[in-house]
């Protein structure tokens, strides 16, 4: 549910930053901004556990006071405990609001098990805001030594519905009794498959390097062939981005023996998006390295709504110990400023910019967690990041 709370105007210096007072501090930032007319209105979904905490300490980096931009927070209550009290009615109430204010932060949700649970948050999401495309981009992280030689930028980019989630499931007994065969009904349409291959070659352009890879167009020409057929047309509007479709199978082997010899974007269906996202990211070093974003398209095929969330999950077993990687969260914050720019608001790229640059910056002078090599806590990388944005920015 929207809250509003209380708001400092003091900035706590890095020394004096915990998990607990980055978290209090980034909650009490909101009642005046709401009241701004001109402000960057970004929603932001509460989640559970470490991701709750992990979101909570990077949106320091959101802070007006280290940006020198108007930001309203509006924060929805997605907890495992609020989407059960409110029969999901936040996830809706948090969907129609991000339609309209075009941009959300996310952090990483409970997925209960049971079948007459509140199910996956994320689906009712991506339901709500249409969303049709996942763009997950892979980076160097300076200091860390990347698996395989990777030295360039690998974005998958995914189906953000249909496929394998959501297929229709059931089983049967053989004809002759002796054995179970499962069945399962997937479905993509060629809208979303049109989607993924115009997104594929814009972020190719905007990354200066190929579209890569493909699905099993081979095996499956129908299903798997209608996005190859989408991958074949964007390439026709976009002759100056380069294209190399090749199976997925060969795409993951291609990736380990010298395939990303330039920034790379891979179309994918969402089974093999959400399989090859999560081999890409470790390779840089951590799926706690880079954002993960969420994207509606209107008629164009142009970003309406943008959603940018960590990758990972909720880790329990780091909750409280303020030890967690925040990298995929801030970075989430400065994918969000870069789609506030893409919305029109001013000076909201150079801050993308300059969050992107102090994140990796800090990285490269050792400021990181523990899964990275470093000894920082996660309230340190944090306070770090943020003093170092508002440097950059001149506040």
Known sequence: ????????????????????????????RRDSLAAMDDAIRIVVLDGDQTGQELLDASLAVLDPDVLGLPVALERFDLSLANRRATGNEVCTAAAARMRETGLGLKAATI??????????????????????VIVRTGRRIPGVSPVAGIH?????????VGDAYGAEEWREPSADGSDEIAFRTERISRGV?????EH?????????????????????PVYEGMLKEEM???????????????????????????GADGPLVIPTLNRDGDLLSDLVMPMFGSIAGAESIL????????????????????????????????????????????YAGERGYEDAKAASGAVYDATLEAAGDGIRTHDLGGESHTSEVCAEVAHRVAAKLGR
């Open 111 to 132: 997925t209960p098990e049971g079948a007459d649970d509140v199910g996956s948050p994320n689906r009712l999401i991506r339901e709500g805001i249409d969303g049709t």
């Open 295 to 338: 994207l509606s398209l209107d008629d164009d095929l142009r970003p309406a709504v943008a959603m940018a969330e960590a990758p990972h999950g909720t880790a329990p077993s780091l909750e409280g110990k303020d030890i967690a990687n925040p990298m995929a969260m801030i970075l989430a914050c400065a994918a969000v400023l870069h």
């Open 200 to 220: 594929s070659f814009l972020t190719a352009a905007q990354l200066g390097g190929r579209v890569y890879g493909g699905p099993k167009w081979t095996v499956s």
């Open 1 to 28: 549910m929207l809250f509003v709370v209380p708001i400092t105007t003091s900035v706590p210096t890095a020394s004096d930053w915990t998990i607990e007072s980055v978290s209090t501090w980034s909650r009490r």
């Open 152 to 160: 360039h930028p690998i974005a998958v980019c995914r189906m953000a």
């Open 232 to 258: 074949d047309a964007a390439a026709e509007r976009h002759p100056d981005v380069a294209y190399e479709p090749i199976l997925i199978d060969a795409t993951y082997a291609g990736l380990i023996s010298g």
């Open 193 to 197: 498959c049109r989607a993924v291959a």
